[in-house]
């Protein structure tokens, strides 16, 4: 069942119009969250944000998906904490002043993974330096993911990979990067 729910939403997608080729559909940068957590080596977990990101979603001819995103690091934010904050921004983690984005481009994937979960690759994008990484998008709490409720993807780094490999001693070399997302421009059910 969830296979022809995700063939008839990409089929929906493509009769409306709502994402093609030539015009993405945009995510709801008022109801998603990007986010992301790295623990401490005592076992403090640290919550941070991208406030300010935008992304999209591409429905390709043959009717695969694509996906874009793009996080602005000079925005990133650890809530209530701005010395840690200042930190993220700095040249010891994303150094925003240098690399203001932090890119994910996806490769090809089938649209059922919208409905049912699954893994999507691509080329992820920190400091200047692109490797190929793993979202993995969760199973859905509803018919239409990404409309009537958030579509969570997670994916989990080694930041020492992107050059960001200072405070070892403190911090884990994992950074799970949290994406909670809405689409704009919801086709009729």
């Known amino acids: 069942m969830p296979a022809v729910r995700g063939a008839l939403l990409a089929l929906l997608l493509a009769v409306t119009g709502a994402a093609s080729a030539t015009q993405p559909l945009p995510f709801d940068t008022t109801h998603s969250r990007f986010g992301f957590e790295i623990r401490t080596r005592f076992g403090q977990r640290i919550e941070g944000e991208f406030p300010h990101f935008e992304g999209w979603l591409t429905v390709l001819p043959d009717g695969r998906h694509q996906v874009h995103l793009r996080m602005y690091s000079r925005y990133v934010e ?13 040249e010891d983690f994303f150094d925003a002043a240098h690399y203001p984005l ?6 090809p994937f089938e649209p059922n993974i919208v409905n049912q979960g699954g893994d999507v690759q691509g080329q992820l994008s920190i400091r200047g330096i692109s490797r190929r990484e793993t979202l993995h998008v969760g199973e859905p709490e509803c018919a239409r993911p990404g409309y009537d ?4 993807s997670r994916g989990t780094v ?8 200072n405070w070892q001693f403190a911090l884990s070399d994992r ?15």
């Open 78 to 90: 650890i809530p209530g904490k701005p010395r840690y904050t200042s930190w993220m921004r700095g």
């Open 102 to 107: 932090v890119e994910f481009e996806s490769e």
């Open 149 to 152: 409720c958030d579509l969570v």
């Open 158 to 165: 080694l930041r020492g990979r992107y050059g960001m490999d």
């Open 175 to 189: 950074v799970t990067f949290i994406l909670r997302t809405r689409l704009t421009g919801a086709p009729q059910p």
